[in-house]
Structure formats: structure tokens, C-alpha cells
């Protein structure tokens, strides 16, 4: 148990639709990573949000975006579904320190896109 | 360009010994070291910091080459719990981003 949690646990959806992803940080942490992982791959990168401002981004397109809240918490959007954002949505809180810091993740949202 | 990992995938048998291999492309600040078990989240095992760290907990240890740019984890007198993918994550400093290696996936028979 590392005491981050995400909701849904799974989600299925349809091409074109919006989708929301929730991720409640661990205590003490004000950063999240969110990752997409895709069936047999490992996790890629999309962003990360420090004291509810975007702290770097991955080569995701803009229809993944998010929000930071001042309880640390965060939201995953993406809106325009497609076939291929169909994976495993991973967050992880952490606690800056240069480079230095782990990574908590949490169990996941499962989204499959139809 | 993320990590390539090294081998892809190996067998063992319980007690065995294994060796993962991570190496990058990009000068590296630190190396995390992560195991995913089928359908679920990936769970931290440890980090490392440039300066040629060495680290271990445990029959799990690691370490960090940073001139060349490499990172292996030793998994000694294997468990069948060790099983799953293994993912190494680098780092650039003063850049957040974690970039996850390629994967090895490790099975532990009896």
C-alpha cells in the first residue's frame, strides 16, 4: 500500500467521448506524475503537476490535460477518445528533491476505449 | 529515447541468481528501479544517485555506472515473489521526468 488511490478502477468508454481520472496523493506529497501504459509496454510519461502548476510534459497531444488541487490531488483529462488511448492509467506522488525522489504509484484506472 | 533493459525476458529457477542490465543514451542524474506484477501498479525498490551508488536491501541490490551510462540489478537465492517485470526509470537533473526502460520480464519456477 503506498496510499495513493485512483478512481475509477476501470472505465470503458467510446471513441470521440471525455474522459476524467482522479489520483489522491500520498501524505506530505505535492507532486504528481501521471503515466500511460499500454498493454505489455512500460509506463510513458505524460505529465506532472508541482503545487497545482504543470511541471513538465511528455509527448502527449493537448487533449491530455489536468489540474493540480491545493490538497495535492489531480485530475487526468482527455477528451476526444481515441482507439489507442486505451491502457493503464498510472499516477504517482512524490516529494521533489533534484531527481532524488520515488515515485509512488498508485493500483491504476484500466480505460478501454471502444 | 528511453532505456533499453537487458535481457528481455528470463527463467529461473527458485535460488537462482539474475541480472538485470539498464542502460541509457542520455547523461544520467539518477536510476529508479521498479517491479510491475500482472495487473497492477508498478511497486519502488530502490534508487540511485550518480557517483557510482551502490545499494542493496535484503538478496536485491543495484548499481549505478555513471560514466557509462548503465544501471544492473542483482536478485540473488531468487524467490518465487520475484517475479514480474522489472522496469528501470532514469532521470536528467533538474528534470522530473521519469523515462521507464524497456522491461525485463523475470519467472521464478519451483
Known amino acids: 500500500e503506498t496510499g495513493v488511490t485512483q478512481s475509477p478502477t476501470h472505465l470503458i468508454k467510446t471513441r470521440g467521448q471525455q474522459v476524467t481520472l482522479r489520483c489522491s496523493s500520498q501524505?506530505?506529497?505535492?507532486?504528481v506524475s501521471w503515466y500511460q501504459q499500454a498493454l505489455g509496454q512500460g509506463p510513458q510519461f505524460i505529465f506532472q503537476y508541482y503545487r497545482e502548476e504543470e511541471n513538465g510534459r511528455g509527448n502527449f497531444p493537448p487533449r491530455f490535460s489536468g489540474l493540480q488541487f491545493p490538497n495535492y490531488s489531480s485530475e487526468l483529462n482527455v477528451n476526444a477518445l481515441e482507439l489507442d488511448d486505451s491502457a493503464l492509467y498510472l499516477c504517482?506522488?512524490?516529494?521533489?528533491?533534484?531527481?532524488?525522489?520515488?515515485?509512488?504509484f498508485g493500483p491504476g484506472t484500466r480505460l478501454l476505449v471502444l | 529515447q528511453q532505456p533499453v533493459q537487458s535481457p528481455q525476458a528470463v527463467i529461473l529457477r527458485e535460488g537462482e541468481d539474475a541480472v538485470i542490465n539498464c542502460s541509457s543514451s542520455k547523461a544520467l542524474y539518477s536510476v529508479h528501479w521498479y517491479r510491475q506484477k500482472h495487473g497492477e501498479a508498478p511497486v519502488f525498490l530502490m534508487i540511485?544517485?550518480?557517483?557510482?551508488e551502490q545499494k542493496g536491501h535484503d538478496k536485491i541490490s543495484a548499481s549505478f555506472n555513471e560514466k557509462k551510462q548503465q544501471s544492473s540489478l542483482y536478485l540473488t537465492a531468487s524467490q518465487l515473489s520475484y517475479s514480474g517485470t522489472y522496469f528501470c526509470?532514469?532521470?536528467?537533473?533538474?528534470?522530473?521526468?521519469?523515462?521507464f526502460g524497456t522491461g525485463t520480464r523475470l519467472t521464478i519456477i519451483p
Open positions: 504517482a506522488s512524490s516529494f521533489p528533491g533534484q531527481g532524488q525522489e520515488t515515485q509512488y
Open positions: 540511485l544517485l550518480k557517483g557510482g
Open positions: 526509470g532514469d532521470t536528467n537533473f533538474g528534470n522530473e521526468k521519469l523515462t
Open positions: 501524505s506530505g506529497h505535492n507532486t
